[in-house]
């Protein structure tokens, strides 16, 4: 085995470009293992810990040359692997666009005198050039989304507060989902159009609710991410607020809607002082925070992301709030009855889960804490139940497999399912697991075709541990190019216990094991 590592200077590719080569590149015979990562700080650490590091190689790097550390079987599969780097960032930079259109503006400038009517700019370049290229676009009076990560938080601030002062929005930075106008930014889902407007400081969680929403009969007229940070002590909510005022004013959003997890105490007060004004009814989440703060500024307060949506739902239809928070007990009351004929048919004693999305890894176990207590975590919710190593399952577990740790020099998950797998296949192997729970997410930007990956997965498991209880859930809609009817009809082919939500798989999850514990 042989470790190879090289530095292409100033040869900058955005996220997406990486997460697609490096894909393919993992997927190569004879690779072990493989980084190709922007030259950041953070990324430097993230390929230090695994073990991918070339000192005398990437110290001198900076953020806009392009690393790359190949582990591989032998120096022929380098020199292999290396040519085919080269074609397939080649053929990123040669695609031509849908429309079969070669021309691709030098500048901002040129972008918006070659299309006068634009209103926003996505923004994606490194996190350090982010910032600038996002005020130059401010000041050409555009909306701006920042899919970069690693921008300070002093850009960040400074970027907001003159959005806010010209009565413009900055999603982001490390904005990944939005629909803005029925157009799906990033990672988003296809969606029925309606009068549901949401702000949200959670993408994973933004999608899992726009997606319910759109599932229950309603629609969406807008879905604006933030940025996680936004609702931090250093940026104060901004955004969040402007955004809330923004789909106020919208005739088209009838009902508004609040996703994150929970803001600073000081943010949060100004959220609901803001929560006062709106005359639209307001339905929110703030993931494991106190649902009486919402209830008092005179907004409904879910108790997960699916009952959230739900409600919001049943509000753009004219429905029963009341009606429609019996139907969630009868089905939570439901599900209790299903994890009691589940119970008698598994093995094991632990359940483990495996994530793509940080925000339902979250509610995952904020649920799950009710019925059995803290879970071990890469991502805990508390510190003392951080896993020593996040790739050792210990007791009841579950893995963020979006954290950094697991995506050094891979897509994330959401699109490349091979380290999932592994583990899935891990865990199966494991005699003491009862349960794998699972999330899957759908979209643009997702994986386009999940069921090639995962249904060998889950065969393998199966045959391993024919009495283990995979449970999973989908976020997306039939309107998604993967099609979820599709998709979730191919998992139950394959063994899979299909919920309609993340919520309802952890509840089943969870009252499996609180039977299994005699609780």
């Known amino acids: 085995m042989v470790l190879k590592g090289f530095v292409k200077k100033g040869e900058y590719f955005d996220s997406v470009s990486l997460m697609i080569v490096s894909k393919e590149v993992n997927a190569l015979p004879g690779i072990a ?10 990324n430097k650490e993230i390929v230090r810990g695994a073990n991918l590091y070339i000192p005398e190689l990437f110290d001198q790097a900076d953020d806009t040359d392009l690393l790359l550390a190949l582990k591989a079987d032998s120096d022929k599969v380098v020199e292999e692997t290396l040519v085919k780097i080269d074609d397939l960032f080649k053929a990123l930079r040669n695609k031509k666009d849908e429309g079969g259109s070669n021309f691709s503006p030098k500048s901002l400038e040129g972008a918006v005198e070659a299309l006068p009517g634009a209103n926003i700019s996505l923004i994606s370049v490194a996190g350090r ?10 000041k050409q009076g555009l909306h701006v989304m920042m899919f970069s990560d690693n921008v300070s938080i002093e850009d960040e601030i400074k970027l907001k507060r003159f959005a806010h002062d010209k009565g413009l929005l900055v999603m982001g930075p490390d904005c990944g989902t939005a629909v803005i106008n029925g157009v799906p930014l990033a990672f988003a889902n296809v969606l029925s159009k309606g009068d549901c407007g949401i702000v949200a400081a959670s993408g994973t969680g933004l999608q899992e609710v726009m997606t319910i929403i759109s599932n229950e009969g309603a629609g969406i007229s807008q879905a604006i991410g933030t940025g996680g940070r936004d609702v931090k002590e250093a940026i ?75 409600i919001a739902a049943a509000l753009s239809k004219g429905a029963s709030v009341d009606d429609c928070k019996k139907k969630i007990a009868d089905r939570k009351a439901g599900i ?26 979250d509610e995952t176990q904020l649920i799950c804490k009710d019925m059995i207590g803290y879970i071990n975590s890469n991502a805990p919710l508390n510190p003392e139940y951080r896993l020593k190593d996040s790739w050792k399952s210990v007791g009841h577990t579950i893995i963020d497999l979006g954290e950094d740790e697991f995506t050094v020099g891979r897509p994330h998950p959401m699109i490349d399912f091979s380290l ?67 998709i979730k009809a191919g998992l139950e082919r394959a063994g899979a216990i299909m919920m309609p939500s993340n919520a309802a798989a952890s509840e089943l999850a969870g009252n499996i094991i609180r039977i299994l514990e005699g609780k």
Request: charged content about 25%; aromatic content about 4%.
């Open 33 to 42: 293992d493989s980084a190709i990562v922007m030259g950041t700080a953070q």
């Open 420 to 486: 999932r797998n592994k583990k899935i296949t891990d865990e199966a192997a494991d005699k003491d697991v009862a349960i794998l729970l699972l999330d899957l997410v759908l979209g643009y930007g997702s994986h386009m075709d999940p069921l090639s990956e995962f249904v060998p997965a889950f065969t393998e498991a199966k045959k391993i541990a024919p009495e283990l209880l995979i449970i999973c859930s989908i976020t997306g809609t039939d309107g998604d190019p993967q099609n979820r009817s599709r």
């Open 129 to 138: 050039y982010a910032g600038r290229e996002a005020m130059r676009a401010l």
């Open 336 to 361: 209790i009855e299903q994890a009691k004929a589940l119970t008698p048919k598994c093995r094991g004693k632990y359940l483990r889960g495996l994530f793509s999305g940080g925000t339902l890894c």
């Open 236 to 310: 104060g909510g901004i955004m969040f607020i402007d955004a809330m005022r923004a789909l106020a004013a919208d005739p088209a959003t009838k009902v508004i809607v609040l996703v994150s997890k929970p803001p600073h105490e000081s943010v949060l007060r100004k959220i609901a002082d803001e929560i006062k004004t709106i005359k639209k009814p307001v339905v929110g989440i703030f993931i494991g925070g106190d649902p009486k703060i919402l209830e008092a500024a005179g907004a409904i307060a879910g108790s997960t992301l699916e009952e959230t949506a739900v």
